[in-house]
């Protein structure tokens, strides 16, 4: 579904079947010469079809488009390679640049079976992980984007500004003459933002939680009318919903060390105590993709904690143990 929000502003809906997000709000803004995407969906059919059927009910010219991806995710990234041209640019982060010209080792396979065995996770592939099987086809050339710098599209201005957090670079566009912030997966609304850790829990070195909390602050300090989010509606109170973002996380840090008490627990056995929500209780029924997200957001709070000196953590037999300082 295509729907007009500013005079030179489209917003494209892509479907994410079977996935508990729904759908990826693409953004489409129009430039007199060149055009800017932002974010794209899956590298999945379904996701194709309704991009291509956008492209051509809005008559897009994929040569004269430059792409904007906010960050590594599938539901982001997923189509860059399918809409790259020789003729286009492809804008994203540092990190996400590498991951997109073909060395996935950076984010996933290198790490990941010893960041599901630390976690203490079992009986769960690389393939389960919708992040992995729908990514993008591998590209040539990526346009690095660094905090601060302005993208121009048109008359439009747009400041990229590094959020990271929810991933190891995630970019927002910021639109200071409109005051509005395209924020990709750094603030929705409704839903909160999945958070994780992207190193295995016994090595990890960033407090990306920690990261994601202050770069909320950081986007706080602007102007903000309107925030586009990559999922769900439109936020018409910005700070409002900072505020609850951050509250969301104080809570779930708070429940975390009532999970914990006096005993010492690995990050799949705290994530399988949280309140989540979701219509499926038993954390046995829990389909695989779930189970990752669900121990990958216990673990980013937990090593947050590790680094706030309130637990500390001990590799016992391969596997992450978490306790009380
Ligand atoms: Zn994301
Ligand atoms: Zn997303």
Not at 135 to 140: F, K, M, N, Q, V
Not at 242 to 269: P, V, W, Y
Request: glycine share 8%; charged share 25%; hydrophobic share 35%.
């Amino acid at each position: 579904m295509i729907e007009q929000l500013l005079p030179n502003m489209y917003k494209i809906e892509i479907p994410l079947p079977k996935n508990p997000l729904r759908v990826t709000n693409s953004y489409f803004i129009k430039g007199k010469e060149r055009n800017l995407l932002i974010d794209t969906g899956f590298n999945q059919e379904e996701c194709k079809v309704a991009m291509d059927q956008a492209i051509k009910e809005l008559d897009i010219s994929l040569e004269n488009t430059d792409i904007f991806i906010t960050h590594i995710h599938g539901d982001h990234s997923g189509l860059a390679g399918y809409l790259s041209r020789p003729e286009n640019k492809v804008y994203t982060g540092g990190y996400t640049a590498k991951s997109l010209m073909g060395d996935k080792g950076a984010t996933l396979e290198t790490f990941y079976y010893d960041l599901l065995r630390e976690s203490g996770l079992e009986g769960i592939t690389l393939l389960d992980h919708p992040g992995y099987t729908y990514a993008s086809d591998p590209l040539e050339k990526v346009n690095i984007v660094r905090d601060g710098e302005i993208l121009e599209v048109g008359e439009i201005k747009l400041q990229c500004i590094e959020t990271s957090g929810h991933a190891p670079d995630h970019f927002c566009l910021y639109d200071e003459e409109q005051e509005i912030l395209y924020s990709g997966d750094h603030i929705l609304g409704k839903i909160t933002p999945n958070n994780t850790i992207w190193d295995t829990p016994s090595t990890i070195t960033r407090d990306y939680l920690g990261e994601y909390l202050s770069t909320l602050d950081k986007i706080a300090a602007l102007k903000i009318k309107t925030i586009y989010p990559a999922h769900r509606f439109i936020i018409e109170n910005p700070y409002q919903r900072i505020e609850e973002l951050k509250d969301h996380h104080g809570k779930r840090l708070e429940n975390i060390l009532e999970i914990l008490g006096k005993e010492s627990m690995t990050g799949a056995q705290v994530a399988s105590k949280m309140k989540w929500d979701l219509t499926i209780k038993s954390w046995e029924d829990f389909p695989p993709a779930q189970k990752i997200f669900a121990t990958g957001e216990a673990l980013a709070h937990l090593t947050h904690l590790v680094f706030e000196n309130v637990l500390t953590k001990e590799l016992r037999d391969g596997i992450v143990y978490y306790s009380r300082a």
